[in-house]
Nanobody, 115 residues
């Protein structure tokens, strides 16, 4: 298995602050820029946050100042800290390399923002 495993989703109230971990299967991901992507119902998958191997980050305008991507190479894990969640953040969240690699798409984790 080469796909990373995304966790931490679920039903979250508006304004919530979950953290999504992505456990990468093996050290190959420590050599790659990584990204968190999401796909909302009826919409195309989009990149929301990315981090280089050196820890340089960038974000889509829709999540800037609310989400934080980080990585722990020793643990082969990439995180997405989500703050001030809005209903429009409802989506399936995936991690993958940046740019994405077809073979690395996993099942994702559903985040539903609702009261």
């Amino acid at each position: 298995q080469v796909q990373p495993g995304e966790f931490g989703g679920g039903l979250v109230p508006p304004g919530g602050s979950p953290r999504l971990p992505c456990a990468a299967p093996g050290r190959i991901f420590t050599w790659l820029a990584m990204g968190w992507y999401r796909q909302a119902p009826g919409k195309q998958r989009e990149l929301v946050a990315a981090i280089t191997t050196d820890g340089i980050t960038n974000y889509s305008d829709s999540v800037k100042a609310r989400f934080t991507i980080s990585r722990d190479n020793a643990q082969n894990t990439v995180y997405l800290q989500m703050n001030s969640l809005k209903p429009e953040d409802t989506a399936v969240y995936y991690c993958n390399s940046r740019p994405s690699t077809t073979a690395y798409w996993g099942q994702g984790t559903q985040v539903t923002v609702s009261s």
